[in-house]
Nanobody, 120 residues
Framework: QVQLVESGGGLVQPGGSLRLSCAAS????????LGWYRQAPGEQREFVAL???????NYLNSVKGRFTISRDNAKNTLYLQMNSLRPEDTAVYYC??????????????WGQGTQVTVSS
């Protein structure tokens, strides 16, 4: 059974930093594509960042230069370093892991989410 457990969220002032972690179990972590998504109240869930098995990264335009995604395959853990946080970054942040089956079907797994609130 695949489990993704996020941690590291909280309340931070504008301009502050947070580091989110996502501990994974039950999947072959080093062969999984990984990402972070977020959902603000009343909004749809949106893509934030991804990191491939080959460490290729991509980011939502509004977080480029402020957020950094990374993975530690030895610890089965995904990270999101968030700097220069803005009130509009306030959301529940979700960890995603995905694998392509031999049939070509993509399987997505999600964590339970961690709240990030940016406010003075």
């Amino acid at each position: 059974q695949v489990q993704l457990v996020e941690s590291g969220g909280g309340l931070v002032q504008p301009g502050g930093s947070l580091r989110l972690s996502c501990a994974a179990s039950g999947l072959n972590f080093r062969f999984a594509g990984l990402g972070w998504y977020r959902q603000a109240p009343g909004e749809q869930r949106e893509f934030v960042a991804l990191i491939s098995t080959g460490d290729y990264t991509n980011y939502l335009n509004s977080v480029k230069g402020r957020f950094t995604i990374s993975r530690d395959n030895a610890k089965n853990t995904l990270y999101l370093q968030m700097n220069s946080l803005r009130p509009e970054d306030t959301a529940v942040y979700y960890c995603n892991a995905n694998q392509i089956q031999i049939t070509g079907q993509r399987i997505d797994y999600w964590g339970q989410g961690t709240q990030v609130t940016v406010s003075s």
